[in-house]
T-cell receptor, first 112, second 116 residues
Framework: SQQGEEDPQALSIQEGENATMNCSYKTSINNLQWYRQNSGRGLVHLILIRSNEREKHSGRLRVTLDTSKKSSSLLITASRAADTASYFC????????????FGSGTQLTVLP | DGGITQSPKYLFRKEGQNVTLSCEQNLNHDAMYWYRQDPGQGLRLIYYSQIVNDFQKGDIAEGYSVSREKKESFPLTVTSAQKNPTAFYLCATESGTGAYSNQPQHFGDGTRLSIL
């Protein structure tokens, strides 16, 4: 079964606005990763945040991790039409021998 | 991802037929993974291999088989025992070593399998 649950399932915003996606997980993790998938393509890694980290930035992306709430969020600032894609969180569970458990994803549409 | 090649891009399976999906990598990564993605869903792990000549079942291994004879190659066979094989199949690699890794996975562009 999927460990990660993502919220919202779909998000539609205007270009220039910020987009926030949330991910929850159920058991302790080694790290949590965010990936992007364009339609019909493979996944592209965005950010990895370790269990002892609380926030990480990469360009217009900001990821937070709250291990007490077992949740993470991905913020995309100043969104562009090219950001339209599905976004997935994936947790590497403690003791899981490097397996990732993926959430069901958020479909982001950025309108020009 | 330029370093991981999945072929074919589209594949059709007839009733009772086994089909093999190819995954080749030139990233020199030890670990390789096969995932299945159904429409509107996340990825589910089928099999993974952390080293040549060794592989482990994932969450949905029934009806699938793999081999890892070379570091560069991790083919997936969808057998006739898999009754609902229509899905998007993704291969991934990872560079980490040891029991835990803080390395991301790198993905190929997938193979879409359909039933004839």
């Amino acid at each position: 079964s999927q460990q990660g649950e993502e919220d919202p399932q779909a998000l539609s915003i205007q270009e220039g606005e910020n987009a926030t996606m949330n991910c929850s997980y159920k058991t302790s993790i080694n790290n949590l990763q965010w990936y992007r998938q364009n339609s019909g393509r493979g996944l592209v890694h965005l950010i990895l945040i370790r269990s002892n980290e609380r926030e990480k930035h990469s360009g217009r992306l900001r990821v937070t991790l709250d291990t007490s709430k077992k949740s993470s969020s991905l913020l995309i600032t100043a969104s562009r039409a090219a950001d339209t894609a599905s976004y997935f969180c994936a947790s590497q569970l403690s003791g899981s021998a490097r397996q990732l458990t993926f959430g069901s994803g958020t479909q982001l549409t950025v309108l020009p | 991802d330029g370093g991981i090649t999945q072929s074919p891009k589209y594949l059709f399976r007839k009733e009772g037929q086994n089909v093999t999906l190819s995954c080749e990598q030139n990233l020199n990564h030890d670990a390789m993974y096969w995932y299945r993605q159904d429409p509107g869903q996340g990825l589910r792990l089928i099999y993974y291999s952390q080293i040549v000549n060794d592989f482990q079942k994932g969450d949905i291994a029934e009806g699938y088989s793999v081999s890892r004879e070379k570091k560069e190659s991790f083919p997936l066979t969808v057998t006739s025992a898999q009754k609902n094989p229509t899905a998007f199949y993704l291969c991934a690699t990872e560079s980490g070593t040891g029991a835990y890794s803080n390395q991301p996975q790198h993905f190929g562009d997938g193979t879409r399998l359909s039933i004839l």
